[in-house]
């Protein structure tokens, strides 16, 4: 047995974080904060910064510009995900979730904006809830599923 010093250490206390499966939906909240944290961030300097007058095209480009770290992430680091000759259905899968995700992402910003008649932030910052808990279910029970056997190996 490895001493308690040895237990304790945070280099232990990441590597139990990082593969244990129950602790799934904290990595995955973790990883989308990041995620979130630069998403808003591009839009904020797309639109404040460089002047763009379209919140919503700001959002959309944003999202496309972060879905790419996103889906390493989630692969690599939320999910888990086993690269065992599925990868190529992974991305496939990942890439109409993309799609339907940045769709709703501009429409969440649209509705804000005009339906509501809020700044973009509102919307943006609205993207921090409703992004999340659509990317998380589809993720998880479609783009990065696994069977129980693969999963056992």
Known sequence: MPPLKQLLSPRLAWALFRRHPQLKLARYALAGAAVSAG???TV???VDG???MNPELASATSFALWTPISY????DFTFLYAVTGG???AIVKFVISFLFRLALAAYTVHLATTLFGSPYLVGVLANWIVLPLVSYL???LWVFRTSRAEAAA
């Not at 390493?72 to 692969?75: G, I, L, P, Q």
């Open 72 to 75: 390493w992430v989630h692969r």
């Open 50 to 52: 460089l002047g763009w």
């Open 87 to 89: 990868q190529a259905a």
């Open 138 to 140: 589809v993720l998880d």
């Open 39 to 41: 998403y808003t961030a």
């Open 44 to 46: 904020v300097l797309l």
